[in-house]
C-alpha cells in the first residue's frame, strides 16, 4: 500500500525552539541540529504516530504538495532516516 514514517522514540528524544532544534540519541549521547522544517515534522510524526510522505508534506505546507515540495520533504525524511530519527514502515 505504502510507506509511513514513524519516529524513533526509543532511541532519539528531540526539542524543538523556533529556529531548529536538537535531536538527542540516548543510545550514544550524540546530538544532531535539524532544520525547523525537520523539528516541525518530528512534531507531526510525533503527534499523529506515523504518517506517509504526502500527508507529512500537506501537513507542514498547510495545502497540498507539488511534486518539488515533495522530493524536498523525501529528501528530509531520507536523511533523518539515516540518522535513525525516522523509520519506515509498510502499512
Given at each position: ?79 533523518l532516516c539515516d540518522l535513525g530519527v525516522v523509520r519506515r514502515?509498510?502499512?
Amino acid at each position: 500500500m505504502g510507506e509511513r514514517y514513524v519516529l524513533n522514540t526509543a532511541r532519539f528524544a528531540y526539542r524543538r525552539w523556533a529556529d531548529g532544534g536538537v535531536v538527542h540519541d540516548v543510545a550514544d549521547a550524540s546530538v544532531y541540529q535539524i532544520t525547523p522544517v525537520a523539528a516541525e515534522a518530528l512534531d507531526c510524526l510525533s503527534d499523529a504516530g506515523a504518517l506517509p510522505a504526502h500527508e507529512l508534506a500537506h501537513r507542514l505546507l498547510g495545502e497540498p504538495p507539488e511534486d518539488t515540495d515533495l522530493v524536498l520533504i523525501d529528501g528530509m525524511l531520507q536523511h533523518l532516516c539515516d540518522l535513525g530519527v525516522v523509520r519506515r514502515e509498510s502499512r
